[in-house]
C-alpha cells in the first residue's frame, strides 16, 4: 500500500473544442502550474504482471488560462 501526491505542470496546452467566446485563447505556452493530486494506491504482482488500483483522495485544479479564468 502506498499514498503519492503529484503536483501537476504543463509545457504547453492546445484547445481543440469550439471557442466558447470571442477572444477566449487557444494555446498557452510556458510552464504552467494546473493543479494537484492525491493517490492511495495497492500493488499487486504476480510474475511478470503488476497491478495497481488507485483510489483518489484529493484532486484540486487551478483555473483554466485557455479560457481566461483567474
Do not use: H, W
Not at 501537476?8 to 477572444?23: A, I, Q, V
Amino acid at each position: 500500500m502506498q499514498a503519492e501526491f503529484f503536483n501537476n505542470f504543463s509545457l504547453k496546452r492546445k484547445y481543440n473544442g469550439r471557442l466558447p467566446f470571442d477572444g477566449a485563447n487557444t494555446v498557452c505556452n510556458g510552464f504552467n502550474y494546473f493543479g494537484n493530486s492525491l493517490n492511495f494506491f495497492v500493488s499487486l504482482s504476480k510474475k511478470n504482471i503488476e497491478l495497481e488500483p488507485y483510489l483518489r483522495i484529493y484532486n484540486s485544479y487551478k483555473k483554466d488560462r485557455l479560457l481566461k479564468e483567474n
